[in-house]
């Protein structure tokens, strides 16, 4: 999978004129500045939101369809992100439901245990971990049917340190998953020297 985004702008201010393409088996990184523009252009690169100029591409093909199938949009501000007092067990049960599965209290443990984060069940999304939280909600929203590809948005805003969640993505990225993480200034400016090595 190839998605490509060509000049995409929204309104005068809320996304200035962008290019990039993500596919599968990479980890893109994309600079979005101001509160606003992380957000529309996960909606915009997952197909959620149609650009005001330019065009998304998957594939070579304009179908914005199977991008919203085949791309996640995860942790997306006031769209996609788990309310900040939900324990990541309902955020867990609420992505097996998404997924198809039956959302149990064991379904859930053992899916958690499965990612490693049994014994955050219990914590607020608040309160857990940045590099956990990325990694976990990316692992869920795989669980969907059709999922190729995850759109991060802003994962940076949670704090800790970059390259933790950066190691997440790009190890889910290496399994074949096209990933693109929308990322402030700062957050690509500390990574650009590690992405060098």
């Given at each position: 999978?190839?998605v490509?985004?060509?000049?995409?702008a929204k309104?005068r201010?809320a996304?200035?004129?962008t290019?990039?393409?993500?596919?599968?088996?990479?980890?893109?990184?994309?600079?979005?500045?101001?509160?606003?523009?992380p957000?529309?252009?996960g909606?915009?690169?997952?197909?959620r939101?149609?650009?005001?100029r330019?065009?998304?591409?998957?594939?070579?093909?304009?179908?914005?369809a199977?991008?919203?199938?085949?791309?996640?949009?995860?942790?997306?501000?006031?769209?996609s992100?788990p309310?900040?007092?939900?324990?990541?067990?309902?955020?867990?049960?609420?992505?097996?439901?998404?997924?198809?599965?039956w959302?149990?209290?064991?379904?859930?443990?053992?899916?958690?245990?499965?990612?490693?984060?049994?014994?955050?069940?219990?914590?607020?999304?608040?309160?857990?971990?940045?590099?956990?939280?990325?990694?976990?909600?990316?692992?869920?929203?795989?669980?969907?049917?059709?999922?190729?590809?995850?759109?991060?948005?802003?994962?940076?805003?949670?704090?800790?340190?970059?390259?933790?969640?950066?190691?997440?993505?790009?190890?889910i990225?290496?399994?074949?998953?096209?990933?693109?993480?929308?990322?402030?200034?700062?957050?690509?400016?500390?990574?650009?020297?590690?992405?060098?090595?």
């Amino acid at each position: 999978m190839r998605v490509e985004l060509s000049g995409v702008a929204k309104g005068r201010a809320a996304l200035p004129a962008t290019t990039l393409e993500f596919a599968s088996g990479e980890l893109t990184l994309a600079e979005a500045e101001t509160a606003e523009r992380p957000t529309v252009l996960g909606l915009i690169a997952s197909g959620r939101m149609r650009p005001d100029r330019g065009e998304v591409r998957v594939d070579g093909e304009t179908d914005a369809a199977r991008l919203r199938r085949e791309l996640a949009l995860v942790d997306a501000p006031a769209v996609s992100e788990p309310p900040p007092g939900v324990t990541l067990a309902a955020v867990a049960a609420e992505e097996l439901m998404f997924a198809g599965r039956w959302p149990s209290r064991r379904a859930v443990r053992a899916v958690l245990a499965e990612l490693g984060a049994a014994s955050d069940a219990d914590t607020r999304m608040a309160d857990l971990a940045p590099a956990t939280r990325v990694r976990v909600l990316a692992e869920l929203a795989l669980l969907r049917p059709g999922v190729r590809g995850l759109v991060v948005v802003a994962p940076d805003r949670h704090g800790g340190e970059p390259a933790a969640w950066r190691a997440h993505l790009t190890a889910i990225a290496e399994r074949g998953v096209a990933v693109l993480a929308v990322i402030g200034r700062p957050a690509l400016a500390a990574l650009e020297p590690w992405s060098a090595e």
